[in-house]
């Protein structure tokens, strides 16, 4: 019977495979790979980053001098990152590493590079050549591939094929680890990197998603610039106790953790920037504050996200030794809502929000003469983590609280007065700059003692 030529085409294919990703997430599948290699060779377990944040951890934090790290540096036409996390096996490479998806025994491991796809998206949608190489303790290899000279040669399945060569190991483990420079850019590419913002917003992107990782595990640095991790604001509660809750679903450990954001330390409030849900995956943070109806908001049971929910923030963390059964993209930036294990999780999540949305709603009646008790306990909500928090954590949170809001000692007195009548106030008081507010003030303290009511 005739067979039909079904051969994949290297340009359309990685055309099609580039097109829909940001450079950013390129990069941050770039640190993934890194990341991959602690994990590789034992000095991190991916699947119980949750334990190690609740108090309940086995992963050892190694001291500061001793941490991995991760460089990345770029400039006008070039972009490299150099890692410290162990390297990558030659055998590995040779079967695996730059296959488009993994193998099957590679692909059911707990590693954040899980599709097999993103190292190889990152670099040819950046570099029109890259070099690559990785020692660890026992091997090495270098790979030169020039992609444009690569995809002319595309004639049968062989070419699919890229040359890697041995090299010595690395002499120490400190110096076990991968190199990548990619050199010269593609032009838009080129034209992302030069932009003033680009660093800062590339290091806060970083910071936020791994934010459980960064500084604790590894160090990331951005042009010579250390990352920091973003701080978690989550707030203890005065005499009461946050939403908990953990199961398990299809070989995923599921936690869901909801409270009230804290109070900054120099008072203040809570930003729509840090509201909402965070999900995480292995660790690694997919969503950051969000308040879609990804999560929920605007689904019934729940409401949609409005600024007096400023104060709420939740985390949930997936976690397997499989990380293909996570529900996660491809791009690991957002979540699968079609997976089973998160469709449970939604509902528990709704459950778990619901006591810290009417608290928020009790925060503002519709009555003004009532200053709201909710509104007191928010302030004085104090930074803490969130091991602390899940000590004491019940199933639903809760706060002890008057059930009768204080009525206000004080209340805005406002109506509309003539500019001609402000200027004869402000000139009979001899004091021409004179505000509004203090001349109001001064007419109702002027009535309540002409009327002897003072």
Sequence with gaps: MPLANAHPKKRFFIQMFTRDIPLQDCILDLIDNCIDGLARNGQLQMHTISDDIFGRGSNSVPRKADRPYVQIEFGRNRFRIIDSCGGIDYQYALDDVFNFGHSITTRSKEYLGVYGVGMKRALFKMGKRFVMQSKTIKNGFKCDLDVEKWMTQDAKMEDWTIDLTEIP??????????????????????????????????????????????????RISVNGVDVKAFSVPVGEPRQGQTSYEEFKHDGVKVRIFAT??????????????????YVACNGRLILVADTSELTGWGVKPMPIWVPKYTSFIGFVFFEAKNALELPWTTTKRSVNGESAVYRKTISRMAVLARPILTFCNRKYPSDEDQEP??????????????????????????????????????????????????EKIRKHLRNPRMGAAKIGEHTFDYFLRQEGLK
């Design 169 to 218: 190991a690395a002499r120490i483990p400190a110096q076990a680890g991968t190199e990548i420079v990619v050199e010269p850019l593609q032009k838009e590419v080129e034209d992302l990197l030069s932009l003033p913002r680009f660093e800062r917003d590339l290091s806060k992107a970083i910071g936020r998603v791994y934010a459980f990782l960064v500084d604790k595990y590894v």
């Design 260 to 277: 009230l954001s804290t109070v900054g330390s120099g008072n203040e409030r809570p930003t729509k920037e840090n509201s909402g849900w």
């Design 373 to 422: 008790i909710e509104r007191e306990i928010a302030k004085e909500m104090k930074p803490t983590t969130i091991a602390q928090l899940v000590r004491k954590a019940g199933s639903a949170f809760m706060i002890e609280a008057p059930n009768q809001a204080a009525k206000r000692t004080t209340v805005s007195v406002q109506y509309n007065a003539k500019q001609v009548d402000i």
